[in-house]
């Protein structure tokens, strides 16, 4: 089975208080198409770091990122602004919706940005909104959406250029359980359908039986669920 997504032997420090202090030591992980991994870890543990590096914003001190069979370590800033917009679905606590644009606009803008071809993209809108169950609020501003609408709003948006890879940062914090739930599953479910990797950094144990696996970052690497 073909790893979407393979993090090896990454290791990252920073300074505190005038100390070198490792976050990741060595980790590595590799993350199978149609997989769905969660990882837990308490604050301060790296669980940022990790996820920065997995998704380009953050290179390690050293080791080695593979997106869809494609180093990804080095590139240049445009590259892996590319990688960013196009192999990668991000999916933050907060949904971070432009304010000024409406539901649609929000995925159209990403679509434009992604140079896909705009019958495609009007295509692929109509095709997100109906699953999420968000066509009859194509029109709304995010000021009018509930929080688990901005949410599914949000997950639209990272699904709309298809990546390879779908990250998610503590994706229920701001929700309700039901509502919190319904998000995850709506993840795993994008995951199994497309044969997409997914990895979600939570605290929510609620969610966990809807993951493939359940890994710790401890001690600066990722040990399976005891």
């Known amino acids: 089975m073909r790893h979407r ?4 032997n990454i290791t990252h420090a920073f300074e505190d208080g005038g100390m070198q202090r490792t976050v990741l030591d060595h980790l590595s992980l590799q993350v199978s198409e149609g997989e769905f991994v969660a990882v837990m870890g308490p604050s301060g543990s790296g669980k940022s770091t990790f996820l920065s590096i997995a998704g380009a914003l953050l290179k390690p001190a050293s080791g080695e990122v593979w997106l869809d069979g494609e180093a990804i370590v ?3 800033k445009q590259a892996l602004s590319d990688i960013r917009l196009n192999k990668i679905g991000f999916i933050f606590q907060s949904a971070n919706l432009i304010p000024y644009l409406k539901v649609e606009e929000q995925l159209m803008l990403v679509a434009k940005l992604g140079d896909m071809d705009k019958a495609k993209a009007n295509e692929r809108v109509r095709e997100l909104l109906l699953k999420l169950g968000l066509d009859h609020r194509r029109s ?19 699904l709309m250029n298809d990546p390879a890879v779908l990250l998610a940062d503590e994706p229920t914090a701001s929700l309700d359980a039901s509502r919190g739930m319904d998000v995850v599953r709506m993840i795993a479910g994008e995951a199994k359908e497309r044969g997409k990797s997914a ?9 966990l039986p809807l993951c493939d696996r359940v890994l710790y970052l401890e ?3 990722l040990i399976p669920q005891r």
Do not use: F, W
């Not at 959406?145 to 949410?151: I, K």
């Open 199 to 207: 990895i979600m950094v939570t605290h929510d144990e609620r969610v």
């Open 219 to 221: 001690n600066g690497r």
């Open 74 to 76: 080095g590139k240049e």
């Open 5 to 8: 997504m393979i993090l090896g």
């Open 140 to 158: 709304a501003y995010p000021d009018k959406l509930s929080g688990g609408e901005r949410q599914r709003v949000a997950i639209a948006r990272a």
